[in-house]
């Protein structure tokens, strides 16, 4: 993943000292919160969806120098972020004023012209574990695809053709639980293992991680849940020819009929079970208070990469 620039960085600081597991990050775009040690919990927002800045400070906290930067935007899962306890609030608080007229001052002085073009948005997935946990339950029953030793023979040569990840499991489980990643190392062989032939033990998590998707969108309407099947090789390069040379194979193909079954199997359990759906419905309405928010700016026209409209 590429390294992001951060323009400013500060920990919630308890009598001015830095010493919470609440640190705060600010790029030339998004502002970032995240919190515990063990466990993190990670939020941001973009700063085009800003809305308004506010700084308040206690007498305690213009004792010790610090102050709390409260930030309201358009963001349903983050409409209001607190930077608690931060050292120079109102520097911080000018600073994201200021990111916009970086961009103008740097086209005058330059005399040039600056334009903002928007290009794409998605909004952020919103999990549903009532359907989640039927899904793993019915891809326990389907059970993973089986490969010929011709078809690990043919992902061993795919992988030779790109380095793999150092230490890579696959399952984003494997990032927040210990014993998930310890049982996955070992039936991926320390994920060495070409084609996995095997089933990620269930984690829920509303992790937000790096990437997007237009389920995220559709998230926001309806109970949404996903499944991830083999179709290509372990730790394979997203969008590449790699993944693409596995399309048209037997390994293609099983992944899709695998993943076809365990849809069609939860769709018979929603069927034939009622009150599933009305579960669902309430965690849906529950994580989705919010409402929808539609990414992008009512101003924005589509891009042609290469080309214009």
Same mark, same amino acid.
Not at 3 to 21: C, E, M, Q, T
Not at 22 to 41: H, P
Not at 207 to 213: D, F, I, Y
């Given at each position: 993943?590429?390294?992001?620039?951060? $323009?400013?960085?500060?920990?919630?600081?308890?009598?001015?000292?830095?010493?919470?597991?609440?640190?705060?990050?600010?790029?030339?775009?998004?502002?970032?919160? /995240?919190?515990?040690?063990?466990?993190?919990?990670?939020?941001?927002?973009?700063?085009?969806?800003?809305?308004?800045? /506010?700084?308040?400070?206690?007498?305690? %906290?213009?004792?010790?120098?610090?102050?709390?930067?409260? $930030?309201?935007? +358009?963001?349903?899962?983050?409409?209001?972020?607190?930077?608690?306890? !931060? &050292? *120079?609030?109102?520097?911080?608080?000018?600073?994201?004023?200021?990111?916009?007229?970086?961009?103008? =001052?740097?086209?005058?002085?330059? @005399?040039?012209?600056?334009?903002?073009?928007?290009?794409?948005?998605?909004?952020?997935?919103?999990?549903?574990?009532?359907?989640?946990?039927?899904?793993?339950?019915?891809?326990?029953?389907?059970?993973?695809?089986?490969?010929?030793?011709?078809?690990? @023979?043919?992902?061993?040569? $795919?992988v030779a053709s790109y380095e793999m990840t150092k230490?890579?499991?696959?399952? *984003?489980?494997?990032?927040?639980?210990?014993?998930?990643?310890?049982?996955?190392?070992?039936?991926?062989?320390? =994920?060495?293992?070409?084609?996995? *032939?095997?089933?990620?033990?269930?984690?829920?998590?509303?992790? @937000? &991680?790096?990437?997007?998707?237009?389920?995220?969108?559709?998230?926001?309407?309806?109970?949404?849940?996903?499944?991830?099947?083999?179709?290509?090789?372990?730790?394979?390069?997203?969008? +590449?020819?790699?993944?693409?040379?596995? =399309?048209?194979?037997?390994?293609?193909?099983?992944?899709?009929?695998?993943?076809?079954?365990?849809?069609?199997?939860?769709?018979?359990?929603?069927? @034939?079970?009622?009150?599933? $759906?009305?579960?669902?419905?309430?965690?849906?309405?529950?994580?989705?208070? =919010?409402?929808?928010?539609?990414? !992008?700016?009512?101003?924005?026209?589509?891009?042609?990469?290469?080309? %214009?409209?």
């Open positions: 993943m590429e390294s992001i620039a951060y $323009i400013w960085k500060d920990r919630k600081r308890y009598f001015g000292l830095p010493i919470s597991f609440t640190r705060y990050r600010l790029s030339e775009n998004r502002i970032f919160r /995240e919190k515990g040690f063990l466990n993190l919990k990670e939020e941001e927002v973009l700063l085009y969806r800003v809305r308004d800045l /506010e700084l308040t400070r206690s007498l305690w %906290q213009r004792i010790f120098r610090v102050g709390t930067v409260c $930030i309201y935007s +358009s963001d349903k899962t983050t409409p209001h972020l607190d930077l608690q306890n !931060v &050292r *120079d609030p109102k520097a911080v608080k000018e600073l994201m004023v200021r990111l916009e007229k970086i961009f103008q =001052g740097a086209a005058m002085m330059t @005399e040039t012209t600056v334009k903002k073009r928007f290009i794409d948005g998605c909004s952020n997935t919103v999990p549903n574990k009532t359907l989640e946990t039927l899904f793993w339950k019915n891809f326990n029953e389907v059970g993973v695809p089986a490969h010929t030793p011709e078809e690990v @023979e043919y992902a061993k040569q $795919i230490n890579k499991l696959p399952g *984003d489980a494997c990032d927040e639980d210990a014993e998930i990643a310890e049982w996955v190392d070992k039936a991926s062989e320390h =994920g060495t293992v070409p084609l996995n *032939d095997f089933l990620v033990p269930y984690h829920f998590s509303t992790k @937000e &991680r790096p990437g997007s998707t237009d389920v995220g969108d559709v998230s926001w309407l309806v109970p949404t849940a996903q499944i991830n099947v083999v179709t290509f090789p372990s730790n394979s390069p997203g969008h +590449s020819w790699q993944n693409v040379s596995c =399309g048209h194979t037997s390994i293609g193909h099983k992944g899709l009929l695998t993943a076809g079954k365990v849809i069609a199997a939860t769709a018979i359990d929603l069927y @034939e079970n009622p009150q599933i $759906i009305a579960d669902a419905k309430a965690e849906f309405d529950k994580r989705a208070a =919010g409402g929808y928010y539609c990414p !992008v700016p009512e101003d924005a026209v589509p891009t042609v990469v290469g080309g %214009q409209f």
